[in-house]
C-alpha cells in the first residue's frame, strides 16, 4: 500500500525558512517522478514543485521560483521541498503527491502539513 | 501558462440527480487532463486520468470526456458523498489545475 507522509512544517517568520520532508513507501519510489501541491486557506490547489525519478530535472511554479528547492533521496524513498524567503502568500497545507507515470496525474497524496508564515 | 477554467464554480443537486462538470484549457491538452474530488480535511483523489479513464477503485457512476480544449465530468446518481470540491489539472506542459467546482448535495 503506497503511503506519504510529510513533515516538517509549521509556524514560521516572515522571511524564514522551512524545510519539508516526505517519507514514501509501497511503491518503486525511484521510479516515478514526484511533486509538492498546495492549498492556500480558500484557495484552489496550486502545483508548486516537480522533480523527476531520478532527480536530474525539476520545475517550479513561478511563485516559488528562486525561493524554493526540491530534491530527492532514492536511498531513502523521501522527498524534500527547502523553503526560503518565505512569505504571508506561502501559508498553506503542502501535499506531497506521486505521479501515477510521466505526463499522468498524481495518483496518490500525502495527508497535507500546514505552514503559516506570520509575525 | 495554460489556464483552466471551470463552470459553475457551485453547483447544487439533489441525491439521485445528474451533476455535469465543466472544464475548459486555454490551449489544446490533448487527452493529458485529470479530475480530482477533495473533501474538506481530506487528501484529493484522483477520479480520472487521461480525460475519460477512470481511476482504481472509482465507482462507475464517475465518467468523463472531452479532448482538447473542452472536457466534461459527469456524476450520474449523485450521492451524498459525493459533496466535495471538483477539480481539473492538465498534464501536457507543465502542472496547472481549475478554480475548482463546488458541488453540494441538498
Known amino acids: 500500500e503506497v503511503h506519504l507522509l510529510e513533515s516538517g512544517g509549521g509556524l514560521v517568520q516572515p522571511g524564514g525558512s522551512l524545510r519539508l520532508s516526505c517519507a514514501a513507501s509501497g511503491f518503486s519510489f525511484s521510479t516515478l517522478g514526484m511533486a509538492w501541491v498546495r492549498q492556500a486557506p480558500g484557495k484552489r490547489l496550486e502545483w508548486v514543485s516537480a522533480i523527476n525519478n531520478n532527480g536530474a530535472a525539476t520545475w517550479y511554479a513561478d511563485s516559488v521560483k528562486g525561493r524554493f528547492t526540491i530534491s530527492r533521496d532514492n536511498s531513502r524513498n523521501t522527498l524534500s521541498l527547502q523553503m526560503d524567503s518565505l512569505g504571508a502568500e506561502d501559508t498553506a497545507i503542502y501535499y506531497c503527491?506521486?505521479?501515477?507515470?510521466?505526463?499522468?496525474?498524481?495518483?496518490?497524496w500525502g495527508q497535507g502539513i500546514l505552514v503559516s508564515v506570520s509575525s | 501558462e495554460i489556464v483552466l477554467t471551470q463552470s459553475p464554480a457551485t453547483l447544487s443537486l439533489s441525491a439521485g440527480e445528474r451533476a455535469t462538470l465543466s472544464c475548459r484549457t486555454s490551449?489544446?491538452?490533448?487527452?493529458?487532463l485529470a479530475w480530482y474530488q477533495h473533501k474538506p480535511g481530506q487528501t484529493p483523489r484522483l477520479l480520472i486520468y487521461e480525460a475519460s479513464n477512470r481511476a482504481a477503485g472509482i465507482p462507475a457512476r464517475f465518467s468523463a470526456s472531452g479532448s482538447g480544449t473542452d472536457f466534461t465530468l459527469t456524476i450520474n446518481s449523485l450521492e451524498p458523498e459525493d459533496s466535495a470540491v471538483y477539480y481539473c489539472q492538465q498534464r501536457i506542459s507543465g502542472w496547472t489545475f481549475g478554480q475548482g467546482t463546488q458541488v453540494e448535495i441538498k
Open positions: 503527491a506521486k505521479e501515477q507515470g510521466y505526463r499522468l496525474p498524481f495518483d496518490y
Open positions: 490551449q489544446s491538452v490533448s487527452s493529458f
